[in-house]
């Protein structure tokens, strides 16, 4: 197999420069082609043989070359819990699994990014950190309706709410009142409201069911099936079901994040044939593992809202290749492993969230190989719709003339088995520790430089803070 080129400096001067493969990725198919760059954009798309004399080439060999994929659901939470994560390791760890932008949720920060002033607190943090190209996500919660276009002016891409308990007394979860108040002022700027869908009301009721039978019938706490019961689909399917009714009554633009329950696409199908702006995405976590197979005691598994069962997980690839679900995404939500109550195992009282920002691609790719999916089909999940959600769409997601040269290197054959020591998140706590995994990003190029060979990174960040009309 030929290797990407690597001769050239991680960060030289970049002047006229095309990027050339046999296997090159477009939303119609794969084809041959020369992608001819100048100052980081996409000036031509050409055919194989279309070089300049004398111009520069990357040469791709036999890797397939695809854009760079857009995660649009990332927690860095710095700063205010860097230890969790922190742009430099959250950044470096995009770069390192082929993600060249990604959209930073507005909790889990101190500040919240439900101002202005938390808005501008993170983008201080930020800066000289970056290895590829963020985003921020404003918050909407109880009482900031007043903010919501003032983010949109400083520079928020798109607004993010609960509806059930965030996990943070900082953010809290909006009701029907404060969701339409949020969708109203949202749809005036055309900006979409990703909304976290369970609803409190189901989850609290299955509490207290629980609880009268504690005495005699006691849940193990380091038994998954107790915490999935505590979670009940009902919960994302209200939740989803509230979100498709506002979105049609106000005329906002919703989106349904990290949708587990595929109970719930049936609200989501009844939404989409009436013509309602609502979309959902789904992460890899939903479509590679089942409840079935989760350990006593592992808590890397465990995220809100949980993983179903095998059954569920079908009908969730299902959804995907029928388009009612168009995205996935990581939902990076990294902590402590203190939190994570490693030592314990007790599912109830350990932090919800998996570390998956490095290792989403192969994830995904591993599983849709195995259901007949392509990397046509996988780019237009991971890279082109988190894209035009976040209205990106004429800049990043794809291979075309406009765009920034935001590309992989990507090897669909090569096998990896996951080992913690070599993920670059802070923290390395993951659910797929030691399984094998299809699929290694071999080079990464943002904006035509390349941050990432062979897994050795850029010494320096180059990456940008994407605003609202940057693009």
């Not at 100048?38 to 397939?64: H, M, N, Q, T, W």
């Not at 990174?457 to 940057?470: E, N, V």
Request: glycine fraction near 10%; include cysteine.
């Amino acid at each position: 197999m030929n290797a990407p080129e690597n001769s050239a400096p991680l960060h030289g001067a970049l002047s006229d420069v095309v990027f050339r493969g046999r296997r090159v990725v477009f939303p119609d198919g794969v084809r041959p082609a020369s992608i001819h760059v100048r100052r980081g954009c996409i000036v031509s798309v050409a055919g194989f043989d279309e070089v300049p004399a004398g111009c520069p080439v990357k040469e791709a060999g036999d890797l397939y070359i695809m854009p760079g994929l857009v995660d649009t659901h990332v927690h860095i939470n710095e700063p205010g819990r860097t230890e969790w994560e922190g742009f430099a390791s959250a950044t470096r760890a995009a770069a390192r699994g082929g993600v060249t932008t990604l959209l930073d949720m507005p909790l889990n920060s101190i500040p919240p990014t439900t101002s202005v002033a938390g808005l501008l607190a993170k983008a201080a943090a930020a800066e000289g950190k970056l290895f590829v190209d963020v985003g921020f996500c404003g918050g909407a919660v109880p009482g900031n309706a007043a903010a919501l276009r003032p983010l949109a002016e400083a520079g928020a891409l798109a607004f993010k709410c609960f509806l059930a308990d965030s996990g943070v007394p900082e953010f809290g979860h909006v009701g029907e009142d404060d969701l339409r108040q949020a969708m109203k002022t949202l749809a005036g700027l055309g900006l979409p409201l990703l909304c976290h869908a369970e609803l409190p009301g189901p989850i609290a009721e299955q509490a207290a069911r629980l609880d009268d039978l504690d005495d005699k019938h006691p849940g193990d706490p380091r038994r998954y099936a107790t915490y999935l019961s505590s979670r009940p689909r009902e919960s994302e399917d209200l939740a989803v079901a509230l979100i498709c009714r506002l979105s049609e009554e106000i005329g906002a633009r919703a989106h349904v994040v990290h949708l587990s329950s595929a109970d719930a696409l049936f609200a989501l199908r009844r939404a989409r044939d009436a013509g309602v702006a609502v979309s959902a995405e789904t992460c890899p976590h939903y479509l590679s593992l089942a409840s079935e197979e989760v350990p006593d005691g592992a808590t890397e598994f465990k995220c809100a809202p949980p993983i179903r069962e095998g059954e569920n997980r079908e009908r969730l690839w299902d959804a995907l290749r029928q388009g009612l679900v168009d995205q996935v995404v990581t939902d990076h939500s990294p902590s402590l492993p203190e939190l994570k109550c490693t030592g314990s195992g007790d599912f109830m009282a350990a932090w919800g969230g998996i570390s998956s920002l490095q290792l989403g691609l192969a994830v995904t790719w591993t599983e849709a190989r195995r259901r007949g999916r392509s990397l046509v089909e996988v780019c237009a999940w991971m890279c082109a719709a988190p894209a035009r959600l976040v209205g990106l769409a004429g800049r990043k997601g794809s291979i075309a003339v406009g765009h920034d040269a935001d590309l992989i290197f990507f090897d669909p054959d090569a096998e990896v088995r996951v080992d913690p020591d070599l993920l670059l998140h802070r923290h390395k706590l993951t659910p797929y520790r030691g399984k094998v995994l299809a699929g290694v990003v071999m080079a990464t190029y943002l904006r035509g430089e390349k941050i990432h060979d062979r897994g050795v990174l850029a010494t320096s960040p180059r990456g940008t803070w994407l605003r609202k009309g940057s693009g």
